[in-house]
C-alpha cells in the first residue's frame, strides 16, 4: 500500500449515484483523484500519481488471464469496500499506482481514470476509420468518449442537449447535434453514457441492424425494457466500464484529448457537499476538490 | 416469386408467440418449410427446397452491405406481411430458395431455418476450441444451438428441465445438466435459449465478466430489467436471430446434427389447432405439420 497526499479529487456521475444508494457503498467517497505518494515504497515516495480503482488480489484465475479490473474479491475504491479519495490522504495499492508525466497538471491527471474509461470503448470494439459513431449524452463521459473515438479516427457524432458541452468537441472537430435537432439515422456504434436507466431504448433504435451499443451508464435502478429489438436487429449491447491509465495518460500528455475545458469548478474539500450538490446539476462538467486548499 | 408445394411445415416458438400477437400478424403463419416448386422459373420447377424466410428488397444500402436478412423494407415469411407455410402453397421469393440434397429428408429439411438460426450465432461470436459454452434451454432451439456450439470444437454444457431433451444431446457426446442440479460456473458465452422473458437475469449471471451472452429468444413482453450487472461485468449482449442456410444444408447432409430425435409429432394441416397446443406444452419438441396428408 502507498498512502497518497490528494492534490485533486473528480466527482464522477457515480459518486451521485453512489449517493442515491448503488453499491450500497459506506465510507468516503471518490476514485478519481491526483496526488504525491507520502508513504510507501522508496522508489515512489514524493513522486506525482494517478491510481487505478480496482484493487485485486493478483492470484485468482481472473486476474492470471489479465482481467484485473474484473477480481472477484476486488475492492474499489470510493466505490466497494475501500475508502476513496475525497479526503485529504488516500491509499492505494502500488500495483495500481501510475506516475504523472511531468507536463501533466494536478487538474488534468484527475482525468485519467475517467479518460480509461472512455479508452474501453477501444478495447472492447473493434473501432475503424469508417464506423459511424454516435455519442448520447454531453456530460463528462459523453464528452471524453466521443474525443477519443475521434482520436481514433472514427466518424463522431455527439448528441447532447447542452450547447455549451458540445461547444467543446466542436473546437476539437468532433461534429456535433443538439437532441432536439437530431435527425436520426442508425449507426454503427452507439455510445450510451446519458447517465439515465430510461435511454435505453432510444439507443438502441439508434443502432443499426447488427450495429453496438456501448452501455457506458451504471445506475441503480432496474427499469422496464423490451429486448425484441436487440434480437430482432441482432445488435451487441457491450457493457463498459474502468479502462487501462496507460492510453489515457499518453492522451494527456500529448493533448489529443482536451480535460480543461471540462472543469466547472475547483472546490476546497470543505465544500464537498456543496459541490457533490452542484455536480449533480444538469449540464454541469467536472467539479475537482482541492483537499489541501 | 415460386410456387412451393409444401412437404412439411414446422411449428416454432415464434409462432406461438405470434398467437399471443408479438409483431401484430394477420395471416398464415409458419416460416419452417421444406417442399417442391411447382410454379416458378423452368430451373427451379420440380425442385425439393427449402426457403430463407425474410424477403429482401435486394437494392437498399442494407442489402449491398450484405445484410439482406436486415433489409428495412422486407416482409418475413410468416411474420410480417407475408403468408407462410402453415398451408398447401407459399409463394416464395426465388432468391430465397435453396435446393436440398437428395439424402436430406423432407422431415430433416424442415430444420434448415432453425438450424441456420443456430449457426448465426457462429456467425456473430468467435467461438473458439477453448470457449466454455453454456446453453440454457432444452426447446428445439437450445438442442440445435448445443449441438451446433459442440460440433465447432467448443466446451459446451446443456442447461435443461426435461431430461427426455437432455438426453438427445447426450448421446451425441454433450454434456448437459438439469437445471435444479446446476452448479453454476460463470461461462465464456451463455446462449439464452429458454424462451422466457425472465431468464435474462439468470443468463447474465451466469456468463463471467467480459462474457458474451447470445439473446435467442424472441419474447413479446418487455420485463423488468437491471443493467448494472452488464456494465459492471462488461458483458456483451448480442441479439441473434435468423442465419445462413449454407451451413444448416451442409450440417443435415453430413448428419453431424441430429434432427430426427427432435421430432415429437407430424401432423395433417387440417388438425393445426391441435399441433400448435401440443407443441406450447412444455417440454415438447418439434412439431411438424404435413399439408398434403
Request: net charge neutral; proline share 5%; with cysteine.
Amino acid at each position: 500500500m502507498a498512502i497518497v497526499r490528494v492534490s485533486r479529487a473528480g466527482v464522477c456521475n457515480t459518486d451521485l449515484e453512489l449517493l442515491k444508494g448503488y453499491m450500497r457503498f459506506r465510507g468516503v467517497l471518490g476514485h478519481e483523484f491526483s496526488g504525491t505518494v507520502e508513504d510507501g515504497p522508496p522508489e515512489w515516495r514524493g513522486r506525482r500519481v494517478v491510481g487505478e480503482i480496482n484493487f485485486a488480489c493478483g492470484r485468482c484465475p481472473t486476474c492470471q488471464q489479465g482481467l484485473r479490473r474484473h477480481c472477484p474479491t476486488r475492492r474499489v475504491m470510493g466505490i466497494l469496500d475501500a475508502d476513496g479519495a475525497f479526503a485529504e490522504r488516500v491509499a492505494v495499492p502500488v500495483a495500481n499506482l501510475h506516475t504523472v508525466p511531468d507536463t501533466v497538471d494536478d487538474d488534468a491527471a484527475v482525468f485519467a481514470e475517467p479518460l480509461a474509461a472512455a479508452f474501453e470503448i477501444l478495447e472492447q470494439v473493434h473501432v475503424q476509420p469508417a464506423t459511424q459513431c454516435v455519442v448520447l449524452g454531453d456530460g463528462k463521459l459523453g464528452l471524453l468518449a466521443a474525443q477519443v473515438l475521434f482520436q481514433a479516427g472514427a466518424d463522431v457524432l455527439a448528441v447532447g442537449k447542452h450547447a455549451d458541452n458540445l461547444r467543446i468537441l466542436g473546437a476539437r472537430g468532433v461534429a456535433t447535434v443538439l437532441a432536439t435537432e437530431w435527425k436520426q439515422a442508425p449507426a454503427d456504434l452507439v455510445v450510451e453514457a446519458t447517465g439515465t436507466a430510461g435511454a435505453f431504448a432510444a439507443a438502441i433504435a439508434a443502432t443499426r441492424p447488427r450495429g453496438t451499443l456501448v452501455l457506458k451508464s451504471t445506475v441503480a435502478d432496474a427499469t422496464q425494457l423490451n429486448l425484441a429489438p436487440v434480437v430482432i436487429n441482432e445488435i451487441s449491447v457491450v457493457g463498459s466500464r474502468c479502462g487501462s491509465f496507460a492510453p489515457a495518460l499518453r492522451a494527456l500528455q500529448s493533448g489529443a484529448v482536451d480535460v480543461h475545458s471540462l472543469i466547472a469548478a475547483r472546490e476546497p474539500l470543505r465544500n464537498a457537499a456543496d459541490a457533490l450538490r452542484l455536480a449533480s446539476r444538469p449540464g454541469v462538467l467536472k467539479v475537482l476538490l482541492d483537499p489541501q486548499q
